[in-house]
């Protein structure tokens, strides 16, 4: 019946007076619609109740129902479909201090409207929220104000579920954030001894999981496919790292790893890591220069590599990469002895493959030879464990440094809360290894928590859009981990792809690589999730090492498109120009203060580089490089990196914030914004669009288009331009190269650089041939 009062009881009379924080909601009001919804783990749309907050214990009302009392209880607002709020633990005591109001956007979905992300929350049910490991905001409060209050005695207790072979001493953690005050340092369980193979492997094992599958592959044709048990992993990673002690890989030294998503790629991570060197793995999609580069900044002992890959019905040579790279670098002086060769058969064949006699060495022909046995290398927490080189502004990529000790704890902390993991579950992360997605939440953080891990070799629409759903069903898939790109993607080729597969064992979902768009947000958690499976969107970074941002399911409502709250430990805070931190509902750049176990320590060989690039913008915090907004509930919104800031006749836009704009038009699949010189406004707007299958070019749908955006974000935030896209230049891994587009929209077509990562070099032709259209 209409107006039934139903709520979720946690969600009621929420205090926290050590923190300064409560909250109290009266019950939900239950529309039709969403009474519909009950029987589902998730419900939608649902009317609003009213608050009271208190912060210091001082009431503080919900500033969209406030009247001029604070305390007094406010009728619920017709038509609006927002629920329980949690505020941001810290710093919330007082309103915007100069920042201006949020832009909101619409939400819409392939012509379907729908309401905006500033009235619509997603609510976990009762029964979701019962089973999670974190069930509450109260529960979520509890833990994470622990974390920030007494980190040490939070992060300690965690660390001691691990294995260590010593522990660390009386001092958990030490930090100097503030380049001011010395040199920039953290460190975490310094003097702990310890092994991230060990407990990725041996620690489960000897807790019964031996015969449980550690890694289901499925190749890049249907039905090619394996699986490993933890028991036939750790003997493959005994084998490869008895190999590389035999032709003198020590500890510390460095290993390249340039191989494709076959399950050789973790084993070769876990074996350096069981024997303490340090893996240093490059995407398999890469240039050679690019990999040249790499090699000559760390200077392996060996490159380990495929003869070849079949990427959908292309193949790639990647042996061929790797022989010119080390030629570039052996030109340069930096010579590497070994190049170990896995012969991917249903690539190419051994045969075919180009040979170096006395450098090259084929997998095959020596790893099976060795032991299935291989002692420990124990290292004590703060010694590398691997480096993971991320695009400079300088040019020359950055050697990003991660430690063992508190990168193990914080990704096997953030992998078993951010997914809601069980044991029972099925995890596929579409993300390659080349990446720190695929280190932190495709080998490490499953792994340690004993999860069984899906690896995709091929691509996602091969050989057609509805591949992913197909080993979904096929591997039972529990937890789905992708990135917007792909969504969007998929989502272009129609529901259709999605609904001929029954997808029933989806359970969450998972964002990462850049904000998601409300109406992709909505696509992914209506049509693939089938409106049952919340979505953790997550915010972080390779020098993070883990989530920083992101909803716990379960814990509280979801905004479509907002990474929510932070993890626990994690201390964000929003700054403007000068470095003076925000409160409230703001805009601005996102900053870190205090450390966290998984940050980086260093950029290789280059600690001034990491002081300058992290760390002196605003002394006393790590400095991110995203922006972000915090609107009125202390949902926080990503968007997009501050160099992704358009300057528009004094205007600071966002280019996520544009772009959804322009992918909320019905005929929109994608869209790609970058700035250009403008000889009165400073700087233009230009967009690149795709658009819906089937929908033709025109003058009235751009001068549609740019409507969508003066109607939701105003008139200054106008694109200049619409350039029809039949593409975007993205890498293998779903990434957009805005920089190619930047060179597109300036017409420095001689400057174009390397697109040899790109999955579809032709996107780039196609765009010049349109530029003019």
């Not at 792809?497 to 997808?503: D, L």
């Not at 920089?739 to 077509?749: D, E, G, H, T």
């Amino acid at each position: 019946m209409e107006g039934r009062m139903t709520h979720h009881p946690s969600w009621n009379n929420i205090s926290n007076s050590t923190s300064g924080i409560y909250i109290s909601a009266s019950p939900i009001p239950i529309s039709r619609t969403a009474k519909s919804q009950l029987s589902r783990p998730w419900v939608v749309s649902v009317k609003r109740p009213s608050f009271t907050f208190r912060f210091g214990g001082s009431p503080m009302e919900d500033p969209l129902t406030a009247s001029s009392s604070s305390s007094t209880t406010v009728s619920p607002r017709k038509n609006l479909t927002t629920s329980n709020h949690l505020r941001h633990v810290e710093s919330m005591a007082k309103l915007p201090s100069g920042a201006g109001k949020i832009t909101r956007l619409n939400a819409l979905i392939l012509g379907e409207a729908l309401a905006s992300e500033e009235d619509d929350l997603v609510f976990p049910s009762e029964i979701f929220s019962r089973q999670a490991h974190v069930s509450s905001p109260q529960k979520y409060l509890e833990m994470y104000r622990r974390s920030v209050q007494d980190p040490a005695g939070f992060w300690s207790d965690i660390a001691s579920e691990f294995y260590w072979r010593e522990k660390w001493g009386q001092q958990v953690y030490f930090e100097n954030l503030d380049i001011r005050k010395g040199k920039i340092q953290i460190e975490w369980f310094k003097g702990g001894m310890t092994n991230i193979c060990y407990n990725c492997l041996d620690r489960n094992i000897e807790s019964g999981n031996g015969d449980k599958i550690a890694i289901y592959w499925e190749g890049n044709e249907p039905g090619l496919d394996s699986s490993l048990t933890y028991n036939q992993l750790l003997a493959r990673v005994c084998q490869l790292a008895n190999y590389l002690k035999d032709i003198g890989v020590r500890k510390g030294d460095a290993v390249v790893i340039y191989l494709p998503m076959l399950m050789e790629l973790p084993i070769a991570m876990l074996a350096c890591a069981r024997i303490g060197a340090v893996h240093s793995v490059v995407f398999a999609g890469f240039s050679a220069e690019s990999l040249a580069q790499r090699i000559m900044d760390c200077r392996p002992k060996v490159v380990i590599t495929c003869n070849a890959v079949m990427r959908g019905s292309k193949i790639i040579y990647l042996k061929e990469i790797v022989d010119r790279a080390l030629m570039e670098s052996a030109h340069n002086g930096i010579n590497t002895d070994v190049c170990l060769t896995y012969e991917n058969k249903s690539a190419m064949k051994k045969e075919m493959t180009k040979w170096i006699k006395g450098r090259d060495i084929w997998w095959q022909d020596v790893i099976p030879k060795y032991p299935v046995t291989c002692d420990v290398e124990w290292v004590d927490a703060e010694d590398p464990l691997f480096l993971l080189y991320t695009s400079g502004s300088t040019g020359k990529p950055k050697g990003v440094l991660h430690t063992t000790g508190g990168y193990m704890v914080y990704t096997a902390t953030t992998f078993k809360y951010a997914f809601d993991y069980k044991p029972t579950d099925i995890y596929w992360c579409t993300a390659d290894c080349g990446w720190i997605t695929g280190h932190s939440y495709v080998t490490y953080g499953p792994l340690l928590n004993g999860a069984t891990v899906v690896i995709f070799e091929g691509a996602p629409s091969y050989p057609d859009a509805g591949r992913c759903w197909d080993i979904v069903d096929k591997f039972k898939v529990s937890i789905f981990y992708t990135a917007p790109t792909l969504v969007r993607s998929l989502m272009r080729e129609g529901d259709e792809h999605v609904s001929r597969y029954s997808r029933k064992s989806l359970r969450v979902l998972g964002s990462v690589g850049e904000p998601i768009n409300p109406s992709a947000w909505r696509w992914f958690f209506n049509v693939v999730g089938d409106a049952r499976c919340p979505i953790s969107d997550t915010w972080w970074q390779t020098e993070t090492g883990g989530f920083m941002i992101t909803p716990l399911p379960g814990a509280w409502p979801q905004k479509p498109g907002s990474a929510t709250f932070p993890f626990f430990g994690v201390q964000p805070v929003i700054v403007d120009e000068k470095g003076v931190e925000i409160e409230g509902e703001c805009s601005g750049y996102l900053c870190v203060k205090s450390s966290w176990p998984g940050a980086f320590r260093t950029l290789y060989g280059d600690h001034e580089r990491y002081e300058a690039t992290y760390f002196s913008a605003f002394p006393g915090y790590y400095f991110s490089g995203d922006g972000c907004s915090r609107d009125k509930d202390g949902y926080c919104w990503l968007t997009g990196r501050v160099d992704d800031v358009i300057n528009v006749s004094g205007h600071r836009i966002g280019t996520a914030e544009v772009e959804s704009a322009l992918v909320s038009h019905p005929q929109c699949a994608e869209a790609a914004v970058v700035g250009v010189e403008h000889e009165v406004k400073g700087q233009g707007i230009y967009a690149f669009v795709s658009l819906v299958e089937g929908v033709p070019y025109s003058d009235d749908l751009r001068k549609s288009l740019v409507m969508v955006v003066r109607n939701q974000i105003g008139a200054f935030a106008a694109p200049d331009k619409i350039h029809w896209a039949p593409g975007l230049p993205k890498t293998r891994s779903g990434k957009i190269m805005r920089r190619i587009l930047r060179k597109i929209a300036s017409r420095q077509l001689d400057e174009l650089g390397d697109t040899s990562t790109l999955a579809d070099p032709t996107v780039v032709d196609q765009l010049i041939a349109l530029a003019d259209c």
